[in-house]
């Protein structure tokens, strides 16, 4: 059962374009969610996060959507540029209780110059 | 210091044989975590630390014993792994129940043959 879904696997953007990259989740108990961006043989870098208290969150580039009602949060990257071409990550926990992360399966970001 | 680091890098066994993984961190976080990652996969929570005491076994064969000699230091003892066990090595680490966001050291690739 996964709860934490990422429906598209990759996602091609030009440079200097908008990327949005869509998370779905099922449980009504996850409060926190978190972005990750990976290249290959690394581990995952940590971009930016959303409390459930909040719709919206924003880091330079990076901006972080969270609609509640639908259980759904993306990722927008504007502008995109070719280092941001990695395999992006969705995660999601619940606050103050496991420490245990759930992640989705990743999208991978290819940005063309 | 904001790094998680690992070692070794690469690490290539045979079925046999016993090593060990380390990880290291000096940010003060209290929660310490090892991941497993297979190609194109999300990493798998397999054990938290939290405050040095373990918290989380995702049910991980008794091939894989983890180690927290303090809390700066997370070790992953391995023993008579399997082919299949070849993976991404990740470990993390938070602040604990105060903190969300987890930071991924670089991983170590393990080949066992």
């Known amino acids: 059962d996964q709860q934490v879904k990422q429906n598209s696997p990759s996602l091609s953007v030009q440079e200097g374009r908008i990327s949005i990259l869509n998370c779905d989740y099922t449980?009504?108990?996850?409060?926190?969610f978190l972005w990750y961006k990976k290249y290959p043989a690394e581990g995952p870098t940590f971009l930016i996060s959303i409390s459930s208290i909040k719709d919206k969150n924003e880091d330079g580039r990076f901006t972080v959507f969270l609609n509640k009602s639908a259980k759904h949060l993306s990722l927008h990257i504007v502008p995109s540029q070719p280092g941001d071409s990695a395999v992006y990550f969705c995660?999601?926990?619940?606050?103050?209780?496991?420490?245990?992360?759930?992640f989705g399966k990743g999208t991978k970001l290819t940005v063309n110059p | 210091d904001t790094e998680v680091t690992q070692t070794p890098k690469h690490l290539v066994m045979g079925m046999t044989n016993k090593k060990s993984l380390k990880c290291e961190q000096h940010?003060?976080?209290?929660?310490m975590y090892w991941y497993k990652q297979k190609a194109k996969k999300p990493p798998e929570l397999m054990f938290v630390y939290s405050y040095e005491k373990l918290s989380i076994n995702e049910s991980v064969p008794s091939r894989f014993s983890p180690e927290c000699p303090n809390s700066s230091l997370l070790n992953l003892h391995l023993h008579a792994l399997q082919p299949e066990d070849s993976a991404l090595y990740l470990c993390?680490?938070?602040?604990?129940?105060?903190?969300?966001?987890?930071?991924f050291g670089p991983g170590t690739r393990l080949t066992v043959l």
């Open positions: 995660a999601a926990k619940t606050q103050g209780g496991s420490e245990k992360l759930v």
């Open positions: 449980n009504s108990m996850f409060d926190y």
């Open positions: 993390a680490s938070s602040q604990g129940w105060a903190g969300n966001e987890q930071f």
């Open positions: 940010m003060g976080h209290r929660a």
